[in-house]
């Protein structure tokens, strides 16, 4: 059963350094303050996973919390670059990080395989590109009825998925809404996982596209308000687009950067 | 009417969804096309976004692929994995819409790295993200790309997503289903594959365009069709709704 | 695009003798009305696919449309049997009826790969079963990561899905809710698809655990207002629990049950 | 007061819930029994229906396993394909509640065929529904069969499901990730597998019946332990919860 914890609290119990971390959310509701947290309590060596690592991941990456980054598209969405992942795979900068490089279809699949306590997936994907060159994580597989040479990608299964969601009750038993992004697959394939939420609530009365994540599956929830921005929080606050532009001035630069770091997240 | 050259492009791009029933559909360009033809001559047009939006409608252009429009006008939001493997990967989507950093003559693509070393490239791009199952899978692949010596390359840095391989059968020695691009629109012309060689073939240039100008800009021996048409004048009509669409979407 | 069609039209256009036939509904929404139709029509050596065959099954087989039958769990759930099934099987009454028998999660895995694209798809299942000697639409596959054999299904494309919904729009969009079953999957992996409805109305409103088809996924839809009695539809009406109890001794009998035959469908 | 068999196997199936977080339901006798659990000492137990409904409250005994109310009370509704790969596969659920026509000296069990001949049986019986992969994924299994040798008997006409297979080890060469059945309740007293050998034995029988009893219902010469217990007999409040249930639960 989800136990009800404090944010620091739970990243202090849940988050170690060397994980391999999933901070998930598919534009909407992503774990931002549970990054930040992340950061504060300078994390080393992570393996950050994220099909679409964004701002939070660029802020990790630049504050030095990751070894690792497994990935399929690594952008500031609607802007362009993020300038700390490319200045850390480009320069080192401020540590060398290894990439494992998939598609979204494949990454999708590798978390649907760890939900499934299967050891992979299959998929139509990939096939002719570059990545067969250089992402070791890939092979083929052969249907045993048509003979059919397919995609084999292996099944993801982080030490820790982070998630941000609406609500949960004081039970631990979480919901979210609208664009649910593969948060449930990850959430299933991590061996604990810590829930963000905007509020408890004594009821969870039925919502529409309404995703329940029952507490027997959840480690830990912890009520962070605003906890996603500046991405949304659907029901709750609209996306801060104009911070994901001034996301590109101040990462672009190596000094403001770290200036923003020292001064937001003390770091 | 005047107008820039990115605007005829969006305009050629949203013309070229007439018929089509449902688009998968990236952000940026491909975006603004798919929602300018669905105000113009294809209001039944299904949109179809990577975050799980299925029919979404939004009222202005989204910032991101999954911003909260979406979700609230779509006939249906599914979950990110089932958008990929029920609705993209059997072949139901008429069209796939997408962009690159660099194109070659058989309209493969890279949005990966650019530099000969992937582990020390030098610019990372984004990458993949859902490109190379849309270019795999969609029944027809349209591209969006500003032409130019450097995204129009005689060799990828990365093949990201294939187009039509090294040449004709490829795509069905790959085991890929959809036919692959049909149509490169640029800020100069149209494109479209041989039905031969499937070699890129500049077809139509936009008004005011010489097709050696487009040749200039090709970092291959561009082939250019024996007739070049010539891009219809984007009407009133085209021009006013897409600067409404792009007005009503600024931060 | 959905067509809006009579039932008798959809089932004369959509189903054919010979055709691999799928009436999905697990225990909630089965087109039951549908079946009706079918035997009214007299189709003839229908495979007849489905993971809970129950009573609208039993009446197909009893009437003899069936040639063979592709299912998990042949019964009449929370009363027993079905007779007309048993009668095939072990009788050959009134012809012959091959099987090819899985488990639910078998079945339920081959319509995912159908709706999918894939040929096949991978479980942990059937291992040190009789099954494994005596379906032959089973076989291993083995993971290339981890070299651990699993069990591969192939996948199941129906010629028709045939599914019952409680309500579409004039567009022809789908919206069911409550138990959705392996509907979904059903109607995705099928070569064409007839949805039966409670009512068309204006607009679908959201639903909570709503499952949306969008009309053009759809070949047909058609309103039949009870269609899946004596299932339930909820929000529409309850299961009739007694004629479950009733059917029992109306299948029991051949004779009883050519009567209800004739009286009933006029078959 | 005075109880019926079956009334008293119920019982001892709901206590055998205690302690338990999750556990899949198959209709029937199983489904009475974690439905008097959850008003007895386990009212926090997460009732699965393979259905779909995850943390049913239903007010009555659902007749099938796809009762409205299941839905209507659940914690979370998910389709059939979710149930089975994302709950039941990979072994979040702590037991899985089996009954059978047919059970072996290992636990294995029939629920296809009666007679020799799988094409041509003397009785077809519903078939396998989900009970392989309950019976393989569930971190512990529990069965409820009415004792006798036409149910308990040497060898099955068909297996259905693996219990512990031929013996000690058998489920981990076959890969089956749960620990198997761990007790079987009968309308006569209890069954669990011995520590080395896996043969079911009787550890206790129910107020009233004779192991020699129990061995004479049983197709297989039944092991029976050295000390057998004897189940607690039923409590008014047990009886009077369970009768409660039953009765409002009539058609």
């Known amino acids: ?267 | 009417m005047n107008w820039e050259a990115e605007e005829i492009m969006t305009v050629a791009a949203a013309r070229a969804l007439a018929g089509r029933v449902a688009c998968f559909v990236g952000i940026g360009l491909p975006s603004t096309a798919a929602n300018l033809a669905r105000r113009l001559h294809a209001p039944e047009l299904v949109l179809i976004y990577e975050s799980g939006a299925i029919g979404a409608k939004p009222s202005k252009l989204p910032l991101s692929i999954g911003d909260g429009e979406l979700a609230e006008t779509a006939d249906a939001v599914v979950s990110v994995p089932e958008i990929f493997n029920y609705w993209l990967q059997p072949g139901r989507i008429d069209v796939g819409f997408l962009s690159a950093a660099q194109v070659d003559r058989f309209g493969n693509l890279n949005t990966t790295v650019i530099g000969d070393d992937y582990r020390r490239p030098s610019v990372r791009l984004p990458g993949a993200g859902g490109a190379p199952e849309i270019a795999a899978s969609c029944r027809e692949v349209i591209l969006i790309v500003r032409q130019s010596r450097r995204s129009f390359v005689e060799r990828l840095d990365f093949v990201t997503s294939v187009g039509h391989g090294s040449g004709p059968g490829d795509r069905a020695r790959l085991g890929l289903r959809g036919k692959g691009p049909v149509m490169v629109i640029t800020d100069l012309g149209v494109l479209e594959p041989d039905p031969q060689t499937c070699e890129l073939t500049l077809t139509s240039v936009h008004p005011g365009v010489d097709p050696e100008t487009a040749r200039r800009q090709t970092g291959w021996p561009l082939a250019i069709a024996a007739q070049v048409a010539v891009t219809p004048q984007p009407t009133a009509q085209e021009l006013e709704l897409l600067r409404d669409l792009v007005k009503r979407s600024e931060v």
């Open chain 1, 1 to 267: 059963m989800a136990e009800l914890v404090g944010l620091a609290e739970g990243i202090a119990a849940l988050v170690h350094d060397g994980d391999t971390v999933s901070l998930e959310g598919f534009t909407h509701l992503i774990p931002v303050a549970a990054g930040h947290e992340i950061i504060r309590q300078r994390r080393r060596d992570l393996t950050l996973a994220r099909m679409t690592p964004d701002i939070v991941y660029d802020q990790m990456i630049g504050a030095g919390c990751a070894r690792r980054l497994i990935f399929a598209w690594g952008g500031n969405p609607g802007v362009g670059s993020l300038h700390r992942l490319r200045d850390a795979v480009e320069n080192d900068w401020p540590a060398p990080l290894e990439i494992e490089e998939h598609s979204h279809a494949g990454m999708a699949n590798r978390y649907t395989a760890g939900a499934s306590g299967l050891p992979f997936a299959v998929l139509r994907g990939y096939t002719g590109t570059d990545l067969v060159r250089h992402t070791s994580s890939l092979a083929t597989v052969t249907c045993p009825f048509t003979g059919e040479v397919l995609t084999a990608v292996p099944a993801l299964n982080p030490d820790v998925a982070v998630i941000h969601a609406q609500r949960a009750d004081r039970k631990g038993n979480v919901q979210l809404w609208g664009l649910a992004g593969v948060q449930k697959e990850a959430v299933l394939a991590a061996k604990r996982c810590l829930v963000t939420v905007e509020e408890i609530v004594e009821e969870l009365d039925a919502r529409p596209n309404a995703v329940v994540l029952p507490s027997w599956v959840i480690t830990a929830v912890a009520v962070v308000p605003g906890g996603a921005k500046p991405s949304y929080a659907q029901g709750y606050y609209d996306r801060d687009n104009l911070y994901y532009r001034r996301w590109d001035a101040i990462s672009r630069d190596r000094d403001t950067f770290t200036g923003w770091l020292a001064d937001e997240l003390g770091s």
